[in-house]
Nanobody
């Protein structure tokens, strides 16, 4: 069974950094794009970052460009999101996502709160 488990969320001060990790299992991780989404209360879930199967290509939402970095370690079946220069508007539940064929898979999410 496909399983995605996020970790690394927490409370951080504005301007601070946080590193999220997603542990994947139940599928051939190394051949799929992986994505990070986030959802703030009352808002739609939005794509934050995506990374190609080998890690050679990445894409970011305009709001996080230059601050966030997505990476993956196919040997460990993990995808990470390094978040720097965090702002209050980054506060959200962050989800790891994989699309396998027509099916979308999601982790349970990890809460990131940016507050002074």
């Amino acid at each position: 069974q496909v399983q995605l488990v996020e970790s690394g969320g927490g409370l951080v001060q504005p301007g601070g950094s946080l590193r999220l990790s997603c542990a994947a299992s139940g599928f051939t991780f190394s051949i799929y794009f992986m994505k990070w989404y986030r959802q703030a209360p009352g808002k739609e879930r939005e794509l934050v970052a995506a990374i190609s199967s080998a890690g050679g290509s990445t894409n970011y939402a305009d709001s996080v460009k230059g601050r966030f970095t997505i990476s993956r370690d196919n040997a460990k079946n993990t995808v990470n999101l390094q978040m720097n220069s965090l702002k209050s508007e980054d506060t959200a539940v962050y989800y790891c996502n994989a699309r396998l064929g027509l099916r979308e898979y999601w982790g349970q999410g990890t809460q990131v709160t940016v507050s002074s």
